[in-house]
């Protein structure tokens, strides 16, 4: 990879870190350090990855369906712990974007377009002379299933994930759930994003795909908003 390439994918992974994972985690055990309560913690924290979103569609000047989730699960999170009084409830704020993004891609599957493609072909743009060629590869069967393989991975993973997390919060402590709220999703994205280039790459060898490697699905990876 060059220089170039690693010096772009850093810059790409900077916002996550700082608005999605380590700003959100540092400002919650601050704040509690300071003696803030548990809620009033949490929902301060979760000013961090809204301000990401913020500065995403001033970036791209649009906002995207994850980003809308995220914020719908920070708003209902926030308004449903200020009412109850319960840190709990706030983490689950959390689980939402997981678990439309997991559910949306399995119920895709049931449509004339997989999730995973309709992401891939949108990376593209469906008018450029490249995605009119990439949606023109959907008449091959063996494409087709390889998307509906990508869409139906990532919908099982995050499923999976969000009903994981929810034990979490019920059961673990509060600022282990924070953490794992914060770290899961993520980890689970890359980990399924790794066996997404595994995947395309031996589709490549196999002749299936006729894409670039790593592309079938692309890394959609929704964020947690606390």
Same mark, same amino acid.
């Given at each position: 990879?060059?220089?170039?390439?690693?010096?772009?994918?850093?810059?790409? &992974?900077?916002?996550?870190?700082?608005?999605?994972?380590?700003?959100?985690?540092?400002?919650?055990?601050?704040? +509690?350090?300071?003696?803030?309560?548990?809620?009033?913690?949490?929902?301060?924290?979760?000013?961090?990855?809204?301000?990401?979103?913020?500065?995403?569609?001033?970036? +791209?000047?649009?906002?995207?369906?994850?980003?809308?989730?995220?914020?719908?699960?920070?708003?209902?999170?926030?308004?449903?712990?200020?009412?109850?009084?319960?840190?709990?409830?706030? &983490? &689950?704020?959390?689980?939402?974007?997981?678990?439309?993004?997991?559910?949306?891609?399995?119920?895709?599957?049931?449509?004339?377009?997989?999730?995973?493609?309709?992401?891939?072909?949108?990376?593209?743009?469906?008018?450029?002379?490249?995605?009119?060629?990439?949606?023109?590869?959907?008449?091959?069967? =063996?494409? +087709?299933?390889?998307?509906?393989?990508?869409?139906?991975?990532?919908?099982?993973?995050?499923?999976?994930?969000?009903? =994981?997390?929810?034990?979490?919060?019920?059961?673990?402590?509060?600022?282990? =759930?924070? =953490?794992?709220?914060?770290?899961?999703?993520?980890?689970?994205?890359?980990?399924?994003?790794?066996?997404?280039?595994?995947?395309?790459?031996?589709?490549?060898?196999?002749?299936? &795909?006729?894409?670039?490697?790593?592309?079938?699905?692309?890394?959609?990876?929704?964020?947690?908003?606390?």
């Amino acid at each position: 990879m060059s220089p170039s390439a690693d010096r772009d994918r850093l810059e790409s &992974l900077a916002p996550i870190a700082i608005f999605d994972v380590v700003g959100p985690l540092v400002a919650y055990f601050a704040l +509690r350090s300071a003696g803030l309560a548990a809620v009033t913690a949490l929902i301060i924290s979760g000013v961090l990855p809204a301000l990401g979103i913020a500065l995403s569609v001033v970036r +791209r000047r649009r906002l995207d369906a994850i980003g809308a989730l995220v914020l719908i699960g920070i708003v209902v999170g926030s308004a449903a712990g200020l009412a109850g009084g319960s840190a709990r409830l706030v &983490l &689950l704020d959390g689980t939402v974007p997981g678990a439309v993004w997991g559910l949306g891609c399995l119920g895709s599957l049931w449509t004339r377009r997989p999730m995973i493609y309709r992401f891939a072909l949108e990376a593209r743009g469906a008018d450029t002379p490249q995605g009119r060629e990439f949606a023109d590869r959907w008449r091959h069967p =063996a494409f +087709r299933h390889a998307f509906r393989v990508a869409t139906a991975v990532w919908g099982g993973a995050f499923v999976i994930e969000t009903a =994981a997390q929810v034990v979490i919060v019920q059961t673990a402590a509060t600022a282990t =759930a924070k =953490a794992t709220s914060n770290v899961l999703p993520l980890a689970v994205a890359g980990l399924v994003a790794v066996w997404n280039v595994s995947y395309a790459r031996r589709g490549r060898r196999r002749g299936e &795909l006729g894409v670039e490697a790593g592309r079938v699905g692309g890394d959609p990876r929704p964020a947690r908003p606390t």
